[in-house]
């Protein structure tokens, strides 16, 4: 279905490319219809040739363009899995006080929806100030860690309300046999409200994937940090103007990166599938 | 047999009251219940009597606000910690993500029994209820009668004493409802537990119960109770002249023609 839907939007591409005159449409002074000219809109197959191409002469090293691509996706996808678990786990013990206690949900829940509208860029800056100020158990803040914990701020936020609604979806019926039993809040939580969260958890953590790696990438660009893909999404369009076919390569790479974050949370869906209302990965 | 076995639930005075100041509703009043052990009592009226409130309150899952309760003898707290009774309800509840025999090994495994005791007890109860060649299946495999048959399995997998029911029955159509009744009259036979069941089908009171307790709304009160004249209850007994005088009887009672206001 991948596959086929990437064709598809591969064709489209293609198609407008061939079909569109080279300056766009326009009515009046507005472009209405963007420009299909090779350097608005290079051909599929440029943006494939580029990875093959050498990196700019005077770059250390002299590798491909996609060595680079694949070096900056290593490194931001081990910043993004860094914070996607400081996430999730920080998420679902919100979640788990919220469900606890009702008194912390009313308390908590107004203020993690009101931590995601502080906007990202606002935010990485002073994140970032923390580096050289603050050192935790003798272990100096890295650079890296702010991207991460930024990472991590996007993470939680759906981890910790589908958690939430997952850790409290049994109906009374089911709170109730427990309670009857004799369970306690630990058994509870173990034998029912955690398996009747997975329906929701795994969804919880495809977005909260994908948000990671936004929020790495996004990081990266606003604190600087280089290595990552971030930076070279940057590098690459400041040659836009040389080769604008080049820009393309680093946002493959960010896809590529998404594709297999939120793969891997399938997998886990698939293994988990047992916990889940019918077939739902 | 051979010691007196404390009744299985003693109520006196039990008021419950829900919410505070002018909003406050009286769910409950005055109630006094004892039901011995082994004896199968109904509880039926209509909506709003309080008669699911008061299964909840034996079963220590809501607290009175004022009253004892006592269940086969002890504190409704302690009895629920020590599993002394076992409780269904109309919804199955079934855990969709168990097996069928896992489902009805949940309260043995919440007591830290051993993997092949709760197998066996569990595979001994599924035999009980008919669905023995059913152990492997997931829930959603089952019909609503079958689900509610292995809830009933549940709720004795502890061999309570006392089993507590709300409308069990209720969502199944009138022939699996026939048939779960004479079932679970021939459950208790075999395991002489007494049973509270919570219902607002005449007939089906009349049918298992020894005694109907009648009740009445705003507030929540006990107005009757009626004897059902003793009988085998077998298909026979549904059409018998007795079965038939005493639904007149609760029917009666029901609407207040007679008695109104007596225990």
Not at chain 1, 39 to 55: C, D, K, N, W, Y
Not at chain 1, 172 to 188: D, F, G, R
Not at chain 1, 235 to 255: F, H, K, L, M, N
Not at chain 2, 104 to 116: D, I, S
Request: net charge neutral.
């Amino acid at each position: 279905m991948l596959l086929l839907a990437l064709i598809l939007l591969a064709g489209a591409w293609e198609l407008y490319k061939l079909l569109a005159p080279d300056d766009g449409v326009s009515i009046g002074d507005s472009l209405v219809l963007p420009r299909s000219d090779d350097a608005s809109m290079p051909h599929l197959t440029r943006v494939i040739e580029v990875f093959g191409e050498q990196e700019v002469a005077g770059v250390a090293g002299g590798g491909t363009v996609l060595a680079s691509v694949v070096d900056a996706v290593w490194y931001s996808l081990r910043l993004a899995v860094a914070g996607f678990v400081a996430g999730v786990v920080v998420g679902f013990l919100l979640a788990l006080a919220m469900q606890r206690v009702r008194v912390v949900e009313r308390a908590l829940l107004p203020w993690v929806v009101l931590s995601q509208t502080v906007p990202l860029i606002a935010l990485a800056p002073l994140v970032y100030g923390w580096s050289g100020n603050l050192s935790l158990f003798g272990l100096e803040w890295q650079p890296w860690m702010s991207v991460s914990v930024i990472a991590a701020y996007l993470a939680f936020f759906p981890v910790a309300i589908g958690a939430l609604r997952g850790l409290s979806s049994p109906p009374p019926v089911q709170t109730e046999l427990l309670a009857a039993c004799a369970a306690s809040w630990w058994q509870t939580l173990l034998r029912l409200r955690l398996p009747a969260s997975v329906g929701y958890l795994i969804p919880a953590l495809k977005l909260a994937a994908a948000s990671a790696i936004v929020g790495a990438i996004v990081a990266e660009i606003s604190i600087g940090l280089s290595g990552g893909i971030g930076r070279l999404i940057i590098s690459y369009a400041q040659q836009a103007t040389g080769d604008p076919a080049r820009i393309y390569a680093p946002i493959v790479g960010a896809a590529a990166m998404g594709v297999v974050a939120v793969g891997l949370v399938s997998l886990l869906g698939i293994a988990l599938r047992r916990y889940q209302p019918q077939e739902s990965v | 047999m051979s010691a007196p076995r404390p009744p299985a639930v003693a109520l006196e005075g039990v008021d419950k009251r829900f919410g505070a100041g002018d909003t406050a509703v009286d769910a409950l009043t005055g109630i006094d219940l004892t039901v011995a052990a082994g004896e199968f009592v109904s509880l039926i009226g209509p909506s709003g009597c309080g008669k699911s409130t008061l299964l909840r309150i034996i079963a220590n899952l809501i607290d009175p606000s004022a009253g004892s309760v006592l269940v086969n003898g002890k504190p409704a707290r302690q009895a629920r910690l020590d599993q002394d009774y076992g409780i269904a309800f109309q919804q199955a509840g079934l855990l969709e993500w168990r097996t069928v025999q896992a489902n009805v090994e949940l309260p043995l495994a919440l007591h830290g029994l051993g993997r092949a005791e709760r197998g066996r007890q569990a595979r001994e109860l599924l035999e009980l209820v008919g669905l023995a060649e059913f152990g492997g299946h997931r829930p959603s495999q089952l019909s609503g009668g079958m689900q509610q048959r292995v809830a009933i399995a549940r709720a004795l997998a502890r061999r309570p004493a006392l089993l507590l029911m709300d409308e069990p029955f209720g969502a199944l159509d009138e022939m699996t409802r026939e048939r779960m009744q004479s079932e679970l009259i021939r459950i208790c036979t075999e395991t002489r537990a007494a049973v509270v069941f919570v219902t607002h089908s005449i007939p089906e009171a009349v049918f298992l119960s020894q005694r109907a307790v009648v009740m009445s709304p705003r507030p929540g009160r006990i107005t009757d109770v009626i004897e059902v004249p003793p009988g085998t209850r077998d298909e026979d007994f549904r059409e018998a002249d007795a079965f038939y005088a005493t639904i007149t009887e609760v029917r009666e009672a029901l609407r207040g023609r007679t008695r109104e206001g007596s225990p």
